[in-house]
Nanobody, 129 residues
């Protein structure tokens, strides 16, 4: 089974940096699951889940306008790990952050559409004050 586990959430002062980690299991070594795309989403109570960033199998990245230039998505295939570097944090970045994987292949649909993704982590809370 494919499983995603996020970690790294916490309370952070505005303007500081933070890093989230998502460890994926059950994907590596299964050719059926390649290629795949991974993404980070976030959600606050009463609002829809929002796409934050995504990365394709070839390393191409996409970002929401609200985080472009501040957040960086990356992955370490050897460690089956997805990262999200959060810089210049703002109170509006407060949310539960989720990682997700879209496999096999990427799409259909835009990278920021939650419906495109097949597996999700449990989420990790980031609070910026």
């Amino acid at each position: 089974d494919v499983q995603l586990v996020e970690s790294g959430g916490g309370s952070v002062q505005a303007g500081r940096s933070h890093r989230l980690t998502c460890i994926a299991s059950g994907i590596a070594g299964h050719s059926y699951y390649e290629p795949n795309c991974m993404g980070w989403f976030r959600q606050v109570p009463g609002k829809e889940r929002e796409g934050v960033a995504a990365i394709d199998s070839d390393g191409s990245t996409s970002y929401a306008d609200s985080v472009k230039g501040r957040f960086t998505i990356s992955k370490d295939n050897a460690k089956n790990t997805l990262y999200l570097e959060l810089n210049s944090l703002k109170p509006d970045d407060t949310a539960i952050y989720y990682c997700a994987v879209d496999l096999p292949g990427c799409g259909p649909g835009p990278w920021y559409s939650p419906a495109r993704y097949d597996f999700w982590g449990q989420g990790t809370q980031v609070t910026v004050s």
